[in-house]
């Protein structure tokens, strides 16, 4: 089974080519590991922390830069079942950030004290997605 954590760099470069100059929604969805795995040096090694406990202190440590950069969530479920996909996939968690721009995210990415709290996000996640949107208007029908 194929996994993903971070971006490749074709598919990151890829993000870097789209305009830079409007709004960005971030579709996230996320597996996480039964138990959180951070390198055996990491101040949470040996905590015994799930991975879900692990993605909660990448948001508590996150969090600030994220809306210091003007980042806000603005929208999050929880996995219920999957209808159109593959039935082995069952996505733990889902969320859209919006972004002023990307430029935005790639402060928020570059920060040292990011840097430090994506660990956590490793250690958490056994596998994830990460799909960036033009936002579009809410409302209506499907079309």
């Given amino acids: 089974m194929t996994t993903y954590i971070d971006p490749s760099p074709v598919n990151f470069q890829a993000f870097k080519d789209l305009p830079r100059d409007q709004p960005i929604h ?3 969805l996320l ?3 039964d138990q959180a795995e951070y390198p ?10 799930s991975g879900k406990r692990a993605y909660q202190e990448y948001g508590a440590t996150s969090g600030p830069i994220f809306e210091r950069v003007g ?9 219920q079942t999957m209808v159109t996909g593959p039935d082995a996939k069952q996505w733990h968690d889902g969320f859209v950030a919006q972004y002023p721009n990307s430029g935005a995210f790639f402060e ?7 840097q430090l709290a994506v660990v ?3 250690a958490a996640l056994i596998d994830s997605r990460l799909m ?9 029908g499907f079309g």
Avoid: S
């Fill in 108 to 114: 928020m990415i570059k920060d040292p004290e990011y």
């Fill in 31 to 33: 597996q996480f590991r």
């Fill in 26 to 28: 971030m579709l996230n």
């Fill in 71 to 79: 980042g806000e969530i603005v929208w999050r479920g929880t996995f």
């Fill in 132 to 140: 960036r949107f033009e936002p579009g208007e809410a409302g209506g």
């Fill in 120 to 122: 956590n996000r490793t």
């Fill in 40 to 49: 055996a040096r990491h101040e949470h090694a040996g905590k015994g922390w």
